[in-house]
């Protein structure tokens, strides 16, 4: 991996508008701080719209609704109309809920879509143009949280996005590398090029980007809300292009799709209640999964990143991937077995079977072999000063999604469908190997690793966080909970230390650059670890409510303070 790029000037102004001083021990740089609330994302301007409107008096929903749909603007890699997500919210008054808008497959799917007449699956097929594209969520979700949890009006959350998109944003160099990144696939759609390529050419820094189709979308949608997207003009628009493009979303797709509210994944951790994503999401099974494997051993005391605690965490994240690959799907078409993953006596089952001195061997790891019983995307995180705090993640899947748009719409489309499990055993474009619980069904969402987070202690938040990457997602997240629950460090720390990924299948465990020592990764080896090297970046975005560390002290009258992961550089964490 290569060495983490600087951060933005902005970024760092905010960060040091804390006392130096008080950090002066830390390796990382400060947290930012706000005595008021807290906005983490990853475009800039994006978090400059959440704080306006918590200075404005909305609360932590507003902002984050705000938040979603400038993202789409000014994020368009991973923000989004076109994609889907999850929200875990902890209300002020104690309640607890989740939002899921996920993206779900069009009632045309069938488990054979992706398949050719040999039963091989078709390359690129699920990731790449209309048929790739599920039916997204991310407008209805947007205005259901909002009507449900929300205290603004509709115009004032959308109105920045609004602005942003007809106006224009000026491109800073974050913003170019990013849409560089999807320059050869952005030639290929015409839709797509008109907007993100500059005639034809990649932009340049400096150079401001308009979207006059989108600032019409967006514009319907203050007008009608949900039904300016899912109904009307823009509909009809996405169905035509997608039928054009050999896809299979009609309007009836559109009008079809409604937004679910569940009961959030619970569990506790050395004190710490942690709230977060159920099914159709995995993220929160397997990380409470992992964390009642590792309650039952002394991870502070075996120390920071040692051999034994590292060999641990790769067992418990291996037995815990392969029953989310084999188990987990949407509740509405199977059973999830969530009262076993959750529980303390199965982490104890798990424990037993983990060899302390030896790696597991994945293949040997699988459904009805004891104790397992037979049966990009981007984030943001918000607290505001009434305590409801708002962890959201959404997503187009991979970078730009499907690389296509919906011409007219200016909305970039997803490639959510290589989510479900094209062939049992081929893994998707995270390397993930999935099961039969996964498999396409007409109105079926997909599986996902989104894990939108919160931390509670006597009822009230104390940590929010959450990431992009994938089938990483929960180990990142997991890292991140770990780091500030096991080891004290602030949350800056937390965020940047290096980390490692092992998801059953394949066998090897990817290993950022420094997350263990070359002594440390020889010990594991002869104890029969295999390792690669790092996947891409992930970019978690974080916050603390009341000391820069869990159990720290405040600075000055600072009560929240938030990181954006320094690995890529458009964030920002902003505090007022």
């Known amino acids: 991996m290569q060495n983490p790029p600087r951060i933005p000037r902005r970024a760092l102004a905010a960060v040091l508008c804390t006392?130096?001083?008080?950090?002066?021990?830390?390796?990382?740089?400060?947290?930012?701080?706000?005595?008021?609330?807290?906005?983490?994302?990853?475009?800039?301007?994006?978090?400059?719209?959440?704080?306006?409107?918590?200075?404005?008096?909305?609360?932590a929903v507003d902002a984050a609704v705000a938040v979603g749909y400038a993202l789409a603007v000014v994020y368009p890699a991973a923000g989004n109309l076109g994609g889907g997500g999850f929200m875990t919210l902890q209300m002020a008054d104690g309640r607890k809920t989740f939002i899921d808008f996920r993206e779900k497959a069009p009632l045309a799917a069938t488990p054979t879509m992706y398949l050719d007449k040999d039963g091989n699956v078709i390359k690129g097929a699920s990731t790449l143009g209309h048929l790739a594209v599920a039916v997204p969520g991310s407008v209805a979700g947007m205005e259901y949280a909002l009507a449900r949890y929300g205290s603004k009006p509709r115009r004032e959350v959308i109105g920045p996005a609004i602005a942003l998109a007809g106006q224009g944003f000026t491109l800073e160099q974050g913003d170019v590398d990013m849409l560089r990144t999807g320059t050869d696939a952005f030639r290929k759609d015409a839709a797509t090029a008109a907007i993100f390529l500059n005639n034809n050419e990649p932009w340049k820094a400096g150079e401001k980007l308009v979207q006059k189709d989108l600032a019409r979308t967006l514009r319907a949608i203050e007008r009608d809300g949900a039904n300016g997207f899912y109904r009307g003009p823009v509909a009809r628009a996405i169905a035509a292009s997608s039928k054009a493009g050999g896809g299979l979303i009609t309007t009836e797709d559109l009008e079809k799709y409604k937004v679910r509210e569940l009961a959030p994944v619970e569990c506790d951790y050395r004190g710490v209640h942690v709230v977060s994503a159920p099914p159709p999401s995995s993220g929160g099974v397997v990380i409470c999964e992992i964390l009642n494997i590792l309650e039952g051993y002394p991870m502070r005391d075996l120390g920071f990143r040692s051999a034994q605690a590292v060999h641990y965490q790769i067992e418990a994240m291996r037995h815990a991937y392969m029953d989310r690959n084999s188990y987990l799907g949407d509740p509405d078409f199977v059973k999830n077995p969530l009262e076993r993953l959750l529980s303390k006596d199965y982490a104890g089952a798990i424990r037993k079977a983990i060899d302390p001195q030896r790696a597991g061997i994945s293949n040997d790891i699988r459904p009805g072999t004891p104790p397992h019983e037979g049966s990009n995307t981007t984030h943001y995180s918000i607290v505001d000063k009434a305590g409801n705090a708002v962890s959201v993640t959404y997503t187009l899947n991979d970078w730009f999604g499907a690389r296509v748009t919906a011409g007219g719409t200016g909305v970039l489309l997803n490639d959510e469908m290589d989510d479900f499990t094209a062939k049992v055993g081929v893994p998707n474009i995270y390397g993930l190997v999935q099961g039969?619980?996964?498999?396409?069904?007409?109105?079926?969402?997909?599986?996902?690793?989104?894990?939108?987070?919160?931390?509670?202690?006597?009822?009230?938040p104390v940590m929010v966080v959450g990431t992009p990457g994938g089938s990483r997602i929960i180990t990142t997240v997991l890292h991140t909970i770990l780091n500030v629950i096991d080891y004290d460090m602030t949350l800056q720390e937390a965020v940047d230390a290096p980390r490692f990924h092992q998801q059953w299948l394949p066998e090897t465990t990817n290993l950022e650059r420094f997350a263990v020592s070359p002594d440390t990764q020889g010990l594991l080896e002869r104890m029969g670890h295999k390792f690669a090297g790092p996947q891409p970046a992930n970019h978690i975005a974080a916050i603390l409510v009341g000391a820069p560390s869990l159990d720290g002290k405040p600075v000055a009258n600072f009560k929240y303070y938030g990181s954006i992961d320094p690995r890529r550089t458009t964030g920002l964490a902003l505090g007022y």
Request: proline letters at 8%; aromatic letters at 2%.
């Open 436 to 460: 039969q619980a996964n498999s396409i069904a007409p109105g079926k969402t997909p599986l996902s690793s989104m894990a939108p987070t919160i931390l509670t202690r006597d009822g009230k």
């Open 19 to 59: 006392t130096i001083a008080t950090f002066a021990h830390a390796a990382s740089a400060p947290p930012a701080a706000g005595e008021n609330g807290m906005v983490v994302t990853a475009q800039h301007i994006a978090s400059r719209v959440g704080v306006e409107i918590l200075k404005k008096g909305g609360n």
